[in-house]
C-alpha cells in the first residue's frame, strides 16, 4: 500500500475521533511539559550553585575560630576569637598559599543625608577583592597605606549603594558607620546570592584596622573574627590545608593530642557536594516527571486497544481488498506516533511557557536548553512506538475472516 495512503488513513481516523484523539494527546501533553518543566527547575538550581561556588573565588579556604574548653565551660566553632592578624601574616608565606585574608565584621546601620540602611559592615585587607575575585565598577581599592592608617574609606556592594544613593554616584561622597564619617572610594561589580542565599551586593567593605580601632570595638585589637586562604593551585589544596594546620597549631601552642581551637574548611569540598546535590535533585526531578509520560503511554496503548476492537471490521474488509498486515500494521503504530509527536510539541511549548512563568513568580534561575527539548521529544516519540506497537500488532495480526464476522 502506498505510504502517503498509510499517513492519509491514519489522519482521519484521528479527525473521526477527535474528542479521544485530544483526551488521549493530553496525557503526553501533560507528560511532556512536566519533564521540561522539571529539567529546567533542576538544571536552574545547579546554575545557581554554580554561580554561587565561583563567585566565591577559587582554591579557597576558610578558617574560623575553634572548639575552646576553660575548666568546666566549653564554647562551639567560633565561641572564641582565638585568630589573630599575625596568625594571617604567617600563612601567607606558606609555599602553598597564595594570598590570605583577615575579616573582622558585623551588622551595623549606615547612614548618608536622610537615608539609612542596615547591612553588614567588614573590616578586610586589600588582598580579600583578589582572593574574592572581585572587581570594581567604578573608583579605586584602599591600598596598604589606608591600611597602616586606618583611614575612613569605605567600598560599597550594589544594593547598599542603591539603598543609600539610589541613581547618584556615590564616589567622594560621605557614609556614617555607627556615627564615624567614612568617604566612599569604590563601587564593586555586582556578585549575586552565595552559597548560604544571602546577597552578596548587600555589603559595605573597610579596612580592617580601621574596624578593630574604631567600629567593632574588640577586646584584643589583633583578633579576626575569620580568615579566607587562596591555595596557588587547585592541585596544592591537601597540601596548604596540611600546611595551614600544621602552623596554627604551632603558633597557638597546642600540644599534641589536643583538640585545634580553630577549624580550617575546604570551599572546594564543600562547593564538591552542592554540586553533587544539585545535579541528584536535577535527576530525581526529570525521573519523576517522567513518570507522567509513561502514564501517557499506558493511555495511548489503551486507547488504541479500544480502537482496534471498534474497527475490526474495517480491519477486516481492508485486508479482504488487498491491504497486507505490514499496512495494517503501520497505519495503527502511525496513529500512536502521531498522537505522541502532536503531544510532544503542545507539551514543549506549555513547559517553556510554564519555566518562565514559575522563573517569573518566583525569582528562581531556570534553563532550558535544546538537549532538555530534544530529549522530552525523543522520550515522547519513543513511547509513542513502544506503548503503540502492541496494538498495532495485534490489528495486524487479526485474520480477515474472522474480522469480517465480528459484531
Given at each position: ?61 576558610i578558617v574560623i575560630p575553634g572548639a575552646t574548653s576553660s575548666g568546666v565551660l566549653r564554647s562551639g566553632a ?162 596548604a590545608e596540611r600546611e595551614i594546620n600544621q602552623l596554627l597549631r604551632q603558633r597557638h601552642r597546642i600540644t ?152
Open positions: 500500500m502506498n505510504p502517503l495512503a498509510i499517513i492519509g488513513e491514519a489522519l482521519r481516523a484521528l479527525r473521526l475521533n477527535r474528542l479521544r484523539t485530544g483526551l488521549t494527546m493530553l496525557g503526553m501533553i501533560i507528560g511532556v511539559a512536566a519533564v521540561v518543566l522539571m529539567l529546567a527547575v533542576g538544571q536552574g538550581a545547579q546554575t545557581a550553585v554554580n554561580q554561587a561556588i565561583s563567585s566565591m573565588g577559587s582554591n579557597l579556604f567560633g565561641g572564641v576569637q582565638t585568630l589573630t592578624m599575625a596568625d594571617a601574616q604567617a600563612i601567607t608565606h606558606l609555599p602553598s598559599v597564595k594570598a590570605t585574608a583577615p575579616l573582622l565584621g558585623s551588622t551595623a546601620q549606615i547612614n548618608h543625608g536622610a537615608n539609612n540602611w542596615s547591612t553588614s559592615v567588614t573590616g578586610v585587607t586589600p588582598d580579600f577583592f583578589r582572593i574574592r575575585d572581585w572587581p570594581l565598577e567604578r573608583g579605586a581599592f584602599f591600598t596598604e597605606t589606608d591600611l597602616r592608617a586606618a583611614a575612613r574609606a569605605a567600598i560599597l556592594g550594589q544594593v547598599s549603594a542603591e539603598n543609600l544613593f539610589g541613581t547618584d554616584d556615590p564616589i567622594g561622597r560621605t557614609i556614617r558607620i555607627q556615627n564615624s564619617p567614612f568617604t566612599v572610594v569604590g563601587i564593586l561589580a555586582p556578585k549575586g546570592r552565595g552559597l548560604d542565599g544571602n546577597d552578596q551586593d548587600d555589603a559595605v567593605f573597610i579596612p580592617i584596622t580601621t574596624g578593630q580601632r574604631q567600629i567593632f570595638g574588640t577586646q584584643f585589637p589583633d583578633t579576626i573574627r575569620f580568615m579566607m586562604i587562596q591555595a596557588v593551585s587547585a592541585e596544592a589544596m591537601d597540601e599534641e593530642g589536643a583538640e585545634n581551637d580553630f577549624t580550617v574548611r575546604n570551599m572546594a569540598a564543600i562547593a564538591a557536594v552542592a554540586t553533587g546535590a544539585a545535579r541528584i535533585m536535577s535527576i530525581t526531578l526529570g525521573s519523576i516527571a517522567s513518570i507522567s509520560l509513561l502514564v501517557g503511554g499506558i493511555g495511548i496503548m489503551n486507547i488504541m486497544l479500544v480502537s482496534v476492537t471498534e474497527r475490526t471490521r474495517e480491519i477486516g474488509i481492508r485486508m479482504a481488498i488487498g491491504a497486507n498486515r505490514r499496512a495494517i500494521l503501520a497505519q495503527f503504530l502511525l496513529e500512536a506516533m502521531v498522537i505522541c509527536i502532536l503531544g510532544g510539541l503542545i507539551g514543549i511549548a506549555l513547559g517553556i511557557g510554564g519555566a518562565w512563568a514559575v522563573s517569573m513568580a518566583l525569582d528562581m534561575v531556570v534553563v532550558i536548553t535544546l538537549g532538555t527539548v530534544l530529549l522530552a521529544f525523543t522520550f515522547a516519540s519513543a513511547v509513542g512506538i513502544f506503548f503503540g506497537f502492541y496494538p498495532a500488532k495485534k490489528a495486524a495480526a487479526l485474520r480477515p475472516v474472522e474480522a469480517l464476522r465480528y459484531e
